[in-house]
């Protein structure tokens, strides 16, 4: 599939602006070009970064507004009143407030980066064990996500829940809310996935309901990234 998608790219000349036709074109400071390993490198760690996350984040909060009536009804009603049938935009951002929420409440209790790996740069003591430099840890957001220390309830949806700053829970410590890492290396592209996952969210609402098509419980797979083992769903013209 990656290999097809540069292909298809190269066929078309590799003009124009978007990501793909920029890699084709770069060079390094000898002129050299990437090589078929390092294109289809960047490729794949795009479409696993960039798309089948933000994928996971919008499936997992259509999935939990069927199953709750009153998320539903506030965010019929936000959409309705913004967007009025329309596709939304980023100069809708600011007023898809509820929506933000449900899709911010959906990476708590869905994060797709569900485990994420880090190396120490210096010695540390965690957990009573000394670490020393180059040690790699694994973590798991998910987990983090439904401590009860941390998130009151925390197996609930409950997106009215508070955010001070629009992504970390506000009388929480920034790092029990991780669905993108957090530190240096904290994913560059959190909010360019937020927007596009509230702007999608709205759009799709504004116009459908979506129903569970199977009575079948929806259970997480975590693969690479943590999505529904089978999510059907019925569109419903709203």
């Given at each position: 599939h990656v290999a097809r998608i540069v292909a298809d790219r190269r066929a078309d000349g590799a003009a124009g602006r978007d990501l793909l036709a920029r890699l084709l074109a770069a060079r390094d400071d000898d002129g050299g070009a990437l090589s078929e390993s390092e294109l289809h490198d960047q490729v794949a760690v795009l479409i696993l970064a960039g798309a089948e996350t933000t994928s996971s984040a919008l499936a997992w909060s259509l999935h939990l507004i069927a199953g709750h009536p009153d998320a539903e009804r506030a965010l019929h009603a936000e959409v309705d009143t913004v967007l009025d049938g329309r596709v939304a935009g980023p100069d809708d951002l600011s007023r898809l407030e509820w929506t933000g929420r449900v899709v911010r409440e959906a990476l708590r209790l869905y994060p797709p980066a569900w485990v994420l790996p880090r190396t120490t740069t210096r010695a540390v003591d965690l957990a009573g064990r000394r670490l020393p430099v180059g040690s790699t840890l694994v973590f798991s957001?998910?987990?983090?996500?439904?401590?009860?220390?941390?998130?009151?309830?925390?197996?609930?949806?409950?997106?009215?829940?508070?955010?001070?700053?629009?992504?970390?829970?506000?009388?929480?410590?920034?790092?029990?809310?991780?669905?993108?890492?957090?530190g240096p290396t904290k994913c560059v592209g959190?909010?360019?996935?937020?927007?596009?996952?509230?702007?999608?969210?709205?759009?799709?609402?504004?116009?459908?309901?979506?129903?569970?098509?199977?009575?079948?419980?929806?259970?997480?797979?975590p693969r690479s990234v943590l999505t529904p083992r089978t999510l059907p769903m019925r569109l419903i013209p709203r």
């Open positions: 957001p998910y987990i983090l996500h439904r401590h009860p220390d941390f998130h009151p309830e925390p197996e609930l949806f409950r997106p009215e829940r508070e955010y001070a700053d629009g992504t970390a829970p506000g009388a929480w410590s920034r790092s029990a809310f991780v669905p993108f890492g957090a959190d909010t360019f996935a937020l927007t596009e996952s509230v702007l999608a969210l709205a759009s799709i609402a504004a116009r459908w309901r979506l129903r569970p098509a199977s009575a079948t419980p929806v259970r997480a797979v």
